[in-house]
């Protein structure tokens, strides 16, 4: 469940609220690290790369030029990176307690599920809202560690339905660099008040990320060159021509 949080803007807006209402098990005390794939019935797929300590975790969206977000936890904030730009955003207290506004009629254990090579526990929750205007429900696959390595979600608000499903693979239980966490250096804070005149403009960032990119590849080629020898000249020398 808490793996849907803040993975970016718009996943903020649309997914956090099915994932804290649903009695999240006990906070992950171990790091990983691990792939994700998550689907809505609409046809929309995100693939991530996550990082996951105490207090703290990191989702890489899309490729190198994608964004990340960073939850602090610890802080309370939300850091979200593009190119060479920052957003903070303060962690939203009425997200941390959303379960008050849902009442779970049902939540139970189902059985055991080996899912990517991992031993889990299937679990399944319903959960109503308060004021009766919508619900969810679906099942969760946990390992023992407290990992969801999966779920398969189905939320309603009047006519509206939503199903989204989640998968983790390449699971690795590892120690994570504490680097991973913290804004890179240069890195420029973009103003959230500033933003209510209008978005920054998202194909700016990745074409700066890009250039970056390809300008730290230029080096690595010309300092490549300059150590290797030219072999027209090795030739020439050896055979006359």
Same mark, same amino acid.
Do not use: C
């Given at each position: 469940?808490? @793996?849907?949080?803040?993975?970016g803007l718009l996943t903020c807006v649309l997914l956090v609220p099915l994932a804290v209402v649903a009695a999240p098990p006990p906070e992950v005390k171990i790091d990983y690290s691990a792939d994700s794939t998550m689907e809505t019935e609409?046809?929309?797929?995100?693939?991530?790369?996550?990082?996951?300590?105490?207090?703290?975790?990191?989702?890489?969206?899309?490729?190198?030029?994608?964004?990340?977000?960073?939850?602090? #936890?610890? #802080?309370?904030?939300?850091?979200? @990176?593009?190119?060479? +730009?920052?957003?903070?955003?303060?962690?939203?207290?009425?997200?941390?307690?959303? +379960?008050?506004?849902?009442?779970?009629?049902?939540?139970?254990?189902?059985?055991?599920?080996?899912?990517?090579?991992?031993?889990?526990?299937?679990?399944?929750?319903?959960?109503?809202?308060?004021?009766?205007?919508?619900?969810?429900?679906? $099942?969760?696959?946990?390992?023992?560690?407290?990992?969801?390595? #999966? +779920?398969?979600? @189905?939320?309603?608000?009047?006519?509206?339905?939503?199903?989204?499903?989640?998968?983790?693979?390449?699971?690795?239980?590892?120690?994570?660099?504490?680097?991973? $966490?913290?804004?890179?250096?240069?890195?420029?804070?973009?103003?959230?008040?500033? +933003?209510?005149?209008?978005?920054?403009?998202?194909?700016?960032?990745?074409?700066?990320?890009?250039?970056?990119?390809?300008?730290?590849?230029?080096?690595?080629?010309?300092?490549?060159?300059?150590?290797?020898?030219?072999?027209?000249?090795?030739?020439?020398? @050896? $055979?006359?021509?």
């Open positions: 469940m808490r @793996l849907l949080r803040d993975a609409g046809g929309m797929t995100m693939k991530s790369r996550i990082y996951h300590t105490v207090d703290k975790e990191r989702l890489e969206m899309g490729s190198s030029d994608g964004m990340t977000s960073i939850i602090r #936890k610890d #802080k309370k904030v939300v850091w979200q @990176l593009m190119g060479t +730009m920052y957003m903070e955003m303060p962690m939203d207290a009425s997200n941390a307690s959303g +379960m008050n506004a849902f009442d779970i009629t049902e939540q139970a254990e189902v059985g055991s599920e080996t899912i990517n090579g991992l031993k889990t526990t299937k679990s399944k929750i319903v959960a109503v809202k308060k004021d009766g205007s919508g619900k969810f429900g679906g $099942f969760f696959w946990t390992t023992k560690e407290g990992i969801t390595v #999966k +779920m398969d979600m @189905l939320s309603k608000e009047g006519d509206k339905k939503m199903r989204m499903t989640s998968e983790l693979s390449n699971l690795k239980i590892e120690k994570q660099d504490p680097a991973l $966490f913290e804004i890179p250096a240069g890195y420029t804070k973009n103003d959230m008040g500033a +933003m209510m005149g209008g978005m920054p403009n998202i194909e700016d960032m990745k074409k700066d990320a890009r250039q970056q990119r390809q300008s730290r590849e230029n080096q690595a080629k010309e300092s490549l060159g300059e150590q290797m020898p030219d072999v027209n000249k090795m030739m020439k020398g @050896l $055979f006359g021509k």
